[in-house]
């Protein structure tokens, strides 16, 4: 239904910046909840953010208030501003589709790596 490719991971010091982007095969317009979600080693995948057609968002409580979800239906792009990061942060980051309200019509990204060391 969707394919998913996520971009901007990379290694980055706490306090520092990144956005990441998640660029679907299709239009999102319609889609009805994008979102990211990460998974450090040893640990279960967690919900970072979601952000749905209508454009409300939530975030989850780890993340504070320092990531930002935001989309670009003209690009078929979700993006994630993560400012300021912290060494918790660290993991592979995962674009998520969720075509309707039913969990199970979830598709994913490969993820990208973020790595939030000095």
């Known amino acids: 239904q969707v394919q998913l490719v996520e971009s901007g991971g990379g290694l980055v010091q706490p306090g520092g910046s990144l956005r990441l982007s998640c660029t679907a095969s299709r239009s999102i317009f319609n889609i009805y909840r994008m979102g990211w979600y990460r998974q450090a080693p040893g640990k279960e995948r967690e919900w970072v953010a979601v952000?749905?057609?209508?454009?409300?968002?939530n975030s989850g409580d780890a993340v504070k208030g320092r990531f930002t979800i935001s989309r670009d239906n003209a690009k078929n792009t979700v993006y994630l501003q993560m400012n300021p990061l912290k060494p918790e942060d660290t993991g592979v980051y995962y674009c998520?589709?969720?075509?309707?309200?039913?969990?199970?019509?979830?598709?994913w990204g490969q993820g990208t790596q973020v790595t939030v060391s000095s």
């Open positions: 952000i749905f057609a209508a454009g409300g968002t």
């Open positions: 998520n589709a969720r075509l309707t309200w039913n969990a199970g019509d979830d598709y």
